[in-house]
């Protein structure tokens, strides 16, 4: 249920070495900025469905040969990205809730490929400002040349890996903003834990930073990836906490939201056939998952907001 449409792990820590991930051809997806233009394709095949739950009129160009060819390679269980269709439309919808709620400031790290603010319903005014390495915010803005955002959109090349260059972005970011929204879509689970627990301590001393919408999984979905042959990006996948969103909330964040993957793409009909039969079952304890398979997106508030 991985990939990525960011830089991910390396927009917050050295990159490890460049693994050989898969057993197919030559290990095609050999570096965590690779899952970009993975998950990229992902969403350029759910825009050209019939009966797309989002439209990503710019994602094929920015997915390109690369993006096809990783995708034709991967099981073929893996081959419909139904869980990375569904958190990009959880992760939408959630996104629309918060402007709706009053937000002023989207704030995206590891933004990758992302191209919400083209895509979606914006109010002009609003700031979005996207982070990532300084190569992926190049060719992004390469093939982008040209395209008009819905809102005031703006990157920043920062090595969040730095703690000062990360403190002095986040500082930058929010100012002047009363109520913004982080996104970490994809990048937790590439990160160590320690370096999460950084950054959510790091969101929850910011007064603007009001929500928080990221994903995560349990140490049983992380086995489960683990254990899929020919799943790319397994190798370079390791943060799971065992207290779910708990981990969370000890950093002073309460969850708002929590949407089990599963859940939600049956519910939007992209839940593959075999696993449908999982949806007569309980759902585990978000705050303690522990060895079930538990994949979830959920939007947190700073808790002194509450």
């Not at 710019?58 to 893996?78: M, N, S, W």
């Not at 160590?192 to 990221?214: M, S």
């Not at 370079?236 to 599963?262: C, K």
């Not at 859940?263 to 007569?280: D, I, M």
């Amino acid at each position: 249920m991985g990939g990525r449409h960011s830089s991910a792990a390396t927009g917050l820590r050295a990159p490890r070495a460049r693994p050989t991930v898969c057993a197919m051809g030559d290990g095609i997806v050999s570096h965590v900025s690779d899952t970009a233009v993975w998950v990229a394709q992902y969403r350029a095949n759910e825009s050209a469905r019939t009966d797309a739950i989002f439209r990503d009129p710019l994602a094929a160009r920015l997915a390109g040969e690369r993006g096809r060819a990783i995708v034709a390679t991967v099981p073929k269980k893996l081959r419909s990205g139904w869980s990375i269709v569904t958190r990009t439309k959880l992760i939408d919808d959630l996104v629309l809730a918060s402007i709706a709620d009053g937000c002023d400031l989207v704030v995206n790290l590891a933004a990758g490929l992302d191209t919400r603010p083209y895509r979606l319903a914006l109010p002009p005014g609003l700031r979005w400002i996207e982070a990532d390495l300084p190569g992926l915010v190049d060719e992004k803005e390469r093939l982008l040349a040209g395209e008009t955002p819905h809102c005031a959109l703006s990157r920043e090349k920062v090595d969040l890996a730095d703690h000062a260059a990360r403190g002095a972005f986040l500082s930058r970011a929010a100012a002047g903003a009363s109520r913004a929204l982080v996104l970490t879509e994809g990048l937790l689970g590439y990160l160590d834990g320690a370096v999460v627990l950084g950054l959510g301590r790091d969101l929850a001393q910011t007064p603007a930073f009001h929500w928080w919408v990221l994903d995560l999984f349990s140490p049983g979905g992380l086995a489960m990836i683990k254990a899929t042959r020919g799943h790319q990006a397994a190798p370079m996948l390791g943060f799971a906490p065992a207290e779910g969103v708990a981990f969370f909330e000890a950093l002073g964040w309460s969850a708002l939201e929590i949407e089990p993957l599963v859940r939600a793409a049956g519910r939007f009909h992209r839940l593959p056939w075999r696993l449908r039969p999982v949806l007569w079952l309980r759902d585990p304890d978000p705050r303690n998952p522990g060895a079930a398979r538990w994949f979830a997106v959920t939007r947190f508030v700073r808790r002194a907001e509450v």
